[in-house]
């Protein structure tokens, strides 16, 4: 996957967190995926890596079960492939 890809793929992320629910884990899962993409646009691997980390754990709490379920599908590619 390029930076590109993984790019968008954090863009289906966030786009998929808009539809959720407000919640902390929904606002905590926003602001890693935020760092994230610096952290990627960065070449900063050990530390997009950690986010992408602390983003799988906020969303566990996310209460919209396909929801989550669709964001862990989203982090499994990102996690699979970092760059």
Do not use: F, W
């Not at 890693?32 to 997009?48: D, I, K, Q, T």
């Not at 396909?66 to 760059?83: G, V, Y």
């Amino acid at each position: 996957m390029t930076i590109e890809d993984s790019d968008n793929r954090i863009n289906d992320l966030l786009s998929l967190l808009a539809q959720c629910a407000d919640s902390p884990s929904k606002q905590l899962a926003r602001e890693h995926l935020e760092c994230a993409r610096v952290y990627l646009l960065g070449a900063m691997n050990a530390e997009y890596s950690m986010s992408l980390d602390l983003i799988r754990k906020a969303v566990s709490g996310i209460p919209e079960d396909p929801a989550r379920k669709d964001a862990r599908r989203i982090l499994d590619d990102l996690m699979n492939t970092e760059a």
